[in-house]
């Protein structure tokens, strides 16, 4: 349903020509979406074509484009970086709005430890930029290409680094937001006109409205800008990257370490995890590198710091006495980095995590430990820069299950994600790369408590019996889960992407916790009564409406 001429013409006349476009290969370089093949019709690729594609180049535009949304009742469907299937529209009708021409740091409060950004702001630059100030971001797991607004407030926001920086969703402080009506709503101290500093108050206090734990998913309206919470940073003002493609490496100051940590069970696992907690010590900790699975990902992280080598040759690599090995020796593992904001306060953290190590039975993998392998990991998981990595294989991947809760909970779905992904792997319809192929965070949140472990899926996107085999894989996780009495995890937002409406509908109607898609139905009454955001924000029919 293509925009009357009226229409864009008023959205034109807002952002000019230039910005703003109906070209159907400009579309359609929108409309491509990792994940669309799991739920389009003949696994298609594309998303359904935006109706046009706008670039706002500030608060004013983007209020301008809602209003005139409103008035022509045209969804409206924006992104940062737009790196997902929740970004794209999700039925026809619907304007992209790209948020790339806002891309300002507009602050940097040393003192006060937080920096106010615009959308397109990533998580690599606005780290350079603090670092030089003793400060850093919490990068999500996503990595240093996403955005950081819209992980604090529009989807998810944990990483590697959250046990000690906090998770995005804590981070956010104040915000300004245009809502789906077309008000601009300024919150917490900012609503007071008192500076960013301050997400709760004195003023409006929406966190809980406008993302709650996952966000709305570009569904409620547009985030123009947003102030996050800084974390110390005890290097030096520059990360130093030495190295060449494609790992690159970070041969960081005395005051860090990088280990990768392995246990004998699963219990002394995540018996460290609490011991972590407790102790208050890690700057960052993820069980990261057994994202490619255990039986394959140690040859190829070896593979992968030797730019002589290429993926294919990690058969040969798997056959290597010494990687045989080690890949015993990462099954059980999570990797850390201590950093010593003094250097008794690195003193500290290395006896204490001998201490935990003693207690629990765990070592430090020697081999990680090699000065090589110890920069890679540091800059690994300080900037996050190889998150291309989870497409590897053979271009698709997926995860599944990561319900957060403490370690006791999440110990519990552990050995379930591995006996529905046998099966798949065995028929060679998703990669056999070993059917532990979780990672996840050891705290995602700021001091740990909480944590989560996300079973991967490698399947190839361009085979049909592979990609089908993803999205039953998936359904198979998601039952396995609730048969055991867990709550359905993540394979289930995406399983419901691919639903009808009525589907989806009657899926929350039976949900325990219906009552939220209620009130959130309420919510959307009163700010977006023209409809204008998509149904990535939940809601819940009025009974017999
Ligand atoms: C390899 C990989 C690993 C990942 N690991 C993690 C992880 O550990 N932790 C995590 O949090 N996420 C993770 N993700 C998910 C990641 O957050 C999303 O893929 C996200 O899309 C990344 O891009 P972005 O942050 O720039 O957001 P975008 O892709 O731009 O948008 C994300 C969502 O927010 C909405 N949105 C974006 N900007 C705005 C705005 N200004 N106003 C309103 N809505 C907006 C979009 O519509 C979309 O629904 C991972 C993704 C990948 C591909």
Redesign the pocket.
Known sequence: MALSREAYRALEDIVGPENISEEPAILDSYAFQ?LAETIRPGQSKFMPRPEAAVLPGSTAEVQAIVKTCNRYKIKV????????F??APQTEGVIQLD?RRMDRILEIDERNMFAVVE?YVIAATLQAEVMKLGLNCNV????AS??L???A???????PSSIFGGENNQNLLSLEWVMPNGDILRTGSLGSGLGWFCGEGPGPSLRGIVRGML?A??GL????KCALKLSPWPGPAELPVEGTVPAYNSPLPDNFRAYSLAFPSWENYFEAYYKIYDNEIGYIAHRQFSMLGTELGTAFWMLYNDPTKTLDDIEEFTQKPEIKKLTEEMKIAFQIVLAGLTPRHLEYQEKVLDEILADTGGWKVAAMSQPAMERFTLLYLIRLGH?NL?FVYNGGWLGTFMQAGPPDYVKGYRHIAEEVTEPYQKKGLLVDCGVDAMMGPVGSMGGGGNCALEQFGYYDVADKESTDAVVSWTKDCVKGAIDKGFVPGKGSHYLAMGMTREQRQSSYASAPWLGMYRWQRKIKGIIDPNDIGDE?YPTLDEPGK
């Open positions: 990792w469907k924006p992104y940062s970086t737009g790196w997902y929740y970004c948020m959308p999500t797991g996503a990595g996403c955005s607004l819209a992980s407030t529009s989807y998810h926001g944990a990483g966000g998913k570009g309206g547009v985030f123009t998150k989870n990535l």
